[in-house]
Nanobody, 124 residues
Framework: QVQLVESGGGLVQAGDSLRLSCAAS????????MGWFRQAPGKEREFVAR????????DYADSVKGRFTISRDNAKNTVYLQMNSLKPEETAVYYC?????????????????WGKGTLVTVSS
């Protein structure tokens, strides 16, 4: 059974940091590209970051470049999202995603697996 379980969300103040984790199981995690998306109330789900199966390639939405870092530990089947200098407008549910293709994982409608999300609330 495929599972992606996010954790690490919470309530923080603007400028604070959080690290999200995504524990994956039920598939060959090390063979999949992984990504993070977020969805704010009333808005569409948007891409945040992605990482290739080996961790050798990463990519970020322009809005988070220089502040967020995606990483993975294939031995632990876990992907992380380090978020620094958080802004109130980044309040959203953050979702972990997996797909075999590093390029395809940019497209939410084509993603194989999703987690249920973790809520990040950034107060001003």
């Amino acid at each position: 059974q495929v599972q992606l379980v996010e954790s690490g969300g919470g309530l923080v103040q603007a400028g604070d940091s959080l690290r999200l984790s995504c524990a994956a199981s039920g598939f060959t995690v090390s063979a999949y590209a992984m990504g993070w998306f977020r969805q704010a109330p009333g808005k569409e789900r948007e891409f945040v970051a992605r990482i290739s199966w080996s961790g050798g390639y990463t990519d970020y939405a322009d809005s988070v470049k220089g502040r967020f870092t995606i990483s993975r530990d294939n031995a632990k089947n876990t992907v992380y999202l380090q978020m620094n200098s958080l802004k109130p407008e980044e309040t959203a549910v953050y979702y972990c995603a997996a797909h075999q293709s590093y390029s395809v994982i940019l497209t939410p409608s084509r993603i194989n697996y999703w987690g249920k999300g973790t809520l990040v609330t950034v107060s001003s």
